[in-house]
Each structure stands twice: as structure tokens, then as C-alpha cells.
T-cell receptor, first 111, second 114 residues
Framework: GQQVMQIPQYQHVQEGEDFTTYCNSS?????IQWYKQRPGGHPVFLIQ?????EVKKQKRLTFQFGEAKKNSSLHITATQTTDVGTYFC???????????FGTGTRLTIIP | DTAVSQTPKYLVTQMGNDKSIKCEQN?????MYWYKQDSKKFLKIMFS???????INETVPNRFSPKSPDKAHLNLHINSLELGDSAVYFC?????????????FGPGTRLLVL
């Protein structure tokens, strides 16, 4: 079945440093979604990318969808303590309506 | 006015017991889901219902039985609880159930089986 892997699994950064998480799917995706889960919280939708090569920005967050629509990345510039949490990518394969979540990247910030 | 609510928030119980978790959404969505998140934070879909009909049924032990009395509610009943069932269970909903939609998650139910 479809697998969605994320690397790294954990990332510890100093406050102010940049952070990137990478998402790779075993199958082509019709779209990719990103969610953030704060410690003790629930996943919350951040953004959706649909087009091949699409790039979207939300303040310090930059999201990219690969040309082949099998990978994606999330880059955070100048991390802040509020960025702490686990970031998940999620996507359905073509013809598959089930959203498969990636393995997640847990970000911790050292003040 | 919480969009997706779950009860209880915490559940501590003995092995072998039967327990239920309830979920309600007030977003008017047609589709609801149950996810299991283990200690490594992996988020796995268990079931989805669209307008009270079972759509997705992953490889889940038949001790787990979902029930959807109406499209705003999706409950999860677990029989003969095992240690390995300890996890956080999230309910979620989306508009029609396609993979192109945002999913809205409830706050989660933290289940600990002793």
C-alpha cells in the first residue's frame, strides 16, 4: 500500500535557526497537505498544495510540492518557540480517497 | 463551540474491559474518521464513515467496532481491551470524504490499558 515517509524523525534546533522536514511518498499524490500537532494537542491543518512544483508561503513557513508530485518539503525560517510540535504531511494517491499521513517530524526548540 | 468533540478525554482501564469513545462534529460534514496515534506519534487511519456508511475499514482487530447513528456522530467501541490498545484515538471529519479535503480533528482520547 501507499507509504509516506518523513525525515528527519526528530529535529532539535536553537531558536532562530532554520528547520526543514522532507516528505516522500511511494506513489504519486493528487495533492499534499501539511498538519501541525502541538505537544498534547491534535493535528491542525496548515496548507494544501495541488500543482506540480507549487510553492506556497505562510509568514516564515515555505511549503513546496515536488515536480513529480511524490515529495514535498516544509521549511521554517528563524524558528520560534511557538513552532514546537510534530509536523505531518498527508496525501492521497490518485484514485485513492484515503489520506495517508506521513511518519511526522518532531521539532523541539532550544531557547 | 467546538467543531469536533470527543469524550472522554482520558480513559484508564484494565485489560479485558470493554470501553466506548464518543465523537460529535457540528461542521455539517458528511464524513467522519477514527485514527490511532501510537507512542511514536504515527497516525494511522482505522475507519471512515460517509453519511453513516462504512467507507474505510483498515486492518483493525474486530474487537474495534465503530457505530455511526447519524452523520454528526461516530462512536468507537472496543471489546476485551489489550495492553497494545493504549494510544491516543482521534476522531476527525471532512466535508465529503475525498482525499483532497481538509480534515478537522477532535482533541483526542488518551487510552491507557493496565
Amino acid at each position: 500500500g501507499q507509504q509516506v515517509m518523513q525525515i528527519p524523525q526528530y529535529q532539535h534546533v536553537q531558536e532562530g535557526e532554520d528547520f526543514t522536514t522532507y516528505c516522500n511518498s511511494s506513489t504519486t499524490l493528487s495533492n499534499i497537505q501539511w498538519y501541525k500537532q502541538r505537544p498534547g494537542g491534535h493535528p491542525v491543518f496548515l496548507i494544501q498544495l495541488v500543482k506540480s512544483g507549487e510553492v506556497k508561503k505562510q509568514k516564515r513557513l515555505t511549503f513546496q510540492f515536488g515536480e513529480a508530485k511524490k515529495n514535498s518539503s516544509l521549511h521554517i525560517t528563524a524558528t520560534q518557540t511557538t513552532d514546537v510540535g510534530t509536523y505531518f504531511c498527508a496525501g492521497p494517491g490518485f484514485g485513492n480517497e484515503k489520506l495517508t499521513f506521513g511518519t511526522g517530524t518532531r521539532l523541539t526548540i532550544i531557547p | 463551540d467546538t467543531a469536533v468533540s470527543q469524550t472522554p478525554k482520558y480513559l484508564v482501564t484494565q485489560m479485558g474491559n470493554d470501553k466506548s469513545i464518543k465523537c460529535e462534529q457540528n461542521l455539517g460534514h458528511d464524513t467522519m474518521y477514527w485514527y490511532k496515534q501510537d507512542s511514536k506519534k504515527f497516525l494511522k487511519i482505522m475507519f471512515s464513515y460517509n453519511n453513516k456508511e462504512l467507507i474505510i475499514n483498515e486492518t483493525v482487530p474486530n474487537r474495534f467496532s465503530p457505530k455511526s447513528p447519524d452523520k454528526a456522530h461516530l462512536n468507537l467501541h472496543i471489546n476485551s481491551l489489550e495492553l497494545g490498545d493504549s494510544a491516543v484515538y482521534f476522531c476527525a471529519s471532512s466535508q465529503t470524504g475525498t482525499g483532497r479535503e481538509t480534515q478537522y480533528f477532535g482533541p483526542g482520547t488518551r487510552l491507557l490499558v493496565l
